[in-house]
């Protein structure tokens, strides 16, 4: 469901708030220290690239911990970051920003730091970040869309997406629905999968659920991942990466390579790019789960690698 809400906020954000938020970003630069021994230098990197999208930092859905194990375990030569990364609209609505929030912008800087070449393409939800285009910020470069270039010689164009929300006409009946409502929803979720913990069932995930049943919903993400393919395509790129829709996926779309990174909210997914230039979506297990819950698969089916 986050795919068709976000998408439809994207439009609400164009047309009700302001294109430059110009807020003041909520990071204690302060600790260098974030416990990680890891060096993130390009001589320790296990893959070429990782990119990570629709962290929601500032929303209690963020998986802010999780997220952080990953990063720990998944050094790299370049880090991209592709959008909604903080949730700027949230925060404006209902200050959020825990430690382990905090922690993860420290460690995103951090690795900036150490020599980690980090790219960071704004998201609707931080579009406020999209004004500086062509900056740098404690050593991360703000680029609107980028454009990776893998081992093996491939051209991938790396945006958010949400531009894509205005030519999909299938989930405009979802205008009429929220942000809010995917946060209630999600905290619902989390209360349901609390109870069926204690009643020893696995995880589910209820906005999943809606999500496959819910079949206006199922065309748009289809609609989503062709129009995007099609548009690397006709750019001249090989393939493309992009997250959006919280949706992780890497598939062939008519000879175009369409991949999704996911989401650090439900999925726990990125993407990442090993040194010979082979690209993998990588699953990862949510280990805060109680025992007896993840079982080598996620909440979509699809095998978890990591952890
Ligand atoms: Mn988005």
Redesign the pocket.
């Known amino acids: 469901m986050r795919s068709a809400f976000?998408?439809l906020?994207?439009w609400a954000a164009r047309s009700r708030l302001p294109a430059a938020a110009g807020g003041v970003l909520p990071i204690d630069l302060g600790a260098d220290d974030d416990g990680d021994d890891t060096p993130d230098g390009p001589e320790r990197a296990r893959y070429r690239a990782v990119f990570i999208?629709?962290l929601h930092l500032g929303t209690a859905g963020c998986q802010a911990r999780q997220l952080l194990e990953f990063l720990k375990r998944h050094p790299s030569d370049t880090l991209y970051l592709v959008?909604?990364i903080i949730d700027g609209w949230q925060l404006r609505r209902k200050w959020f920003w825990p430690q382990s929030h905090n922690d993860v912008v420290q460690k995103l800087l951090r690795r900036a730091r150490k020599g980690c070449r980090v790219v960071f393409v704004p998201?609707?939800?931080d579009e406020f970040a999209r004004q500086f285009d062509g900056h740098q910020f404690g050593g991360i470069e703000v680029s609107n869309e980028a454009v990776h270039l893998t081992a093996d010689g491939r051209r991938l164009w790396v945006v958010?997406?949400?531009h894509f929300d205005g030519v999909i006409q299938c989930a405009k009946w979802l205008a009429y629905l929220g942000d809010n409502a995917y946060e209630l929803l999600l905290r619902l979720n989390r209360h349901l999968n609390s109870l069926r913990a204690r009643l020893g069932l696995p995880y589910w995930s209820l906005s999943q659920y809606l999500k496959h049943k819910v079949k206006k919903a199922l065309n748009y993400v289809m609609d989503f991942e062709r129009a995007v393919a099609a548009e690397a395509r006709s750019r001249g790129y090989h393939g493309v990466v992009c997250?959006?829709?919280?949706r992780p996926e890497m598939r062939s779309i008519d000879g175009t390579l369409y991949c999704n990174d996911g989401d650090w909210v439900e999925s726990l997914s990125a993407l990442v790019e090993h040194l010979d230039g082979r690209l993998e979506l990588v699953h990862w297990a949510p280990g805060a789960l109680p025992e007896g819950i993840a079982h080598g698969e996620n909440a979509r089916g699809q095998t978890i690698i990591g952890a």
């Open positions: 976000d998408a906020g994207g999208s629709d959008g909604d998201g609707n939800h958010h997406g949400d997250g959006h829709i919280h």
